[in-house]
């Protein structure tokens, strides 16, 4: 079982669309939850991260972490076609990040 | 701001050869970062740095080496190029751990051995 695990799709919604992207951990004892944005031949950029379980919100974005569950998401509301990229998972555990593999989103016009 | 800057963009490298990706900060971070990205795998992380003189492994770090001599460069050697090599290298840093501050990646640097 991987550590991290996340759909890698892809996602193809039309413009205006919610979009859910989750992922699910196995060890518990990741601390920060965080989500890259890498749009293509790109590095990835820090979306937005959370420390404890629930909801935090930016804009457009609403990231939710459910640690009982090992569970966290990123919701897109009014996705626009400059959102479609590759959203990562990641969360850390000292000095060491692990990764989702990414999904892929396009948002069609 | 020129932020993390990774050379070469491309290379193709021949079984055997070795080679040096370069890896430079302006942002006076003290934290560094290597990483490799395959498809459908996500990020794994190679090898690290807390600081000049200070470089620790990371979870794939075989095949690879890193020195910090100073605050802004992290170059990865790569000895004995392999096919298994092959991925888009990408070099990350941040202000202290990853943990509760943003890493900032550069444009990485797509390897091919053949």
């Known amino acids: 079982q991987k550590e991290v695990e996340q759909d890698p799709g892809p996602l193809s919604v039309p413009e205006g669309a919610i979009v859910s992207l989750n992922c699910t951990y196995s060890n518990s004892a990741f601390q920060y939850f965080m989500w890259y944005r890498q749009y293509s031949r790109k590095g990835p950029e820090l979306l937005m991260y959370?420390?404890?379980?629930g909801n935090k919100e930016d804009g457009r974005f609403t990231a939710q972490v459910d640690k009982s569950s090992k569970y966290i998401s990123l919701f897109i509301r009014d996705s626009q076609p400059s959102d479609s990229a590759t959203y990562l998972c990641?969360?850390?555990?000292?000095?060491?990040?692990?990764f989702g593999a990414g999904t892929r989103l396009t948002v069609k016009p | 701001n020129a932020g993390v800057t990774q050379t070469p963009k491309f290379r193709i490298l021949k079984i055997g050869q070795s080679m040096t990706l370069q890896c430079t900060q302006d942002?006076?971070?003290?934290?560094m970062y290597w990483y490799r990205q395959d498809p459908g795998m996500g990020l794994k992380l190679i090898y690290y740095s807390v600081g000049a003189g200070i470089t620790d492994k990371g979870e794939v770090p075989n095949g690879y080496n890193v020195s910090r001599s100073t605050t802004e460069d992290f170059p990865l050697r790569l000895e004995l190029a392999a096919p298994s090599q092959t991925s888009v290298y990408f070099c990350?840093?941040?202000?202290?751990?990853?943990?509760?501050?943003?890493?900032?990646f550069g444009q990485g640097t797509r390897l091919t051995v053949v």
């Open positions: 990350a840093s941040s202000y202290s751990s990853t943990g509760n501050t943003e890493a900032f």
């Open positions: 990641a969360m850390t555990l000292l000095n060491d990040m692990r």
């Open positions: 959370t420390y404890s379980s």
């Open positions: 942002m006076n971070h003290n934290y």
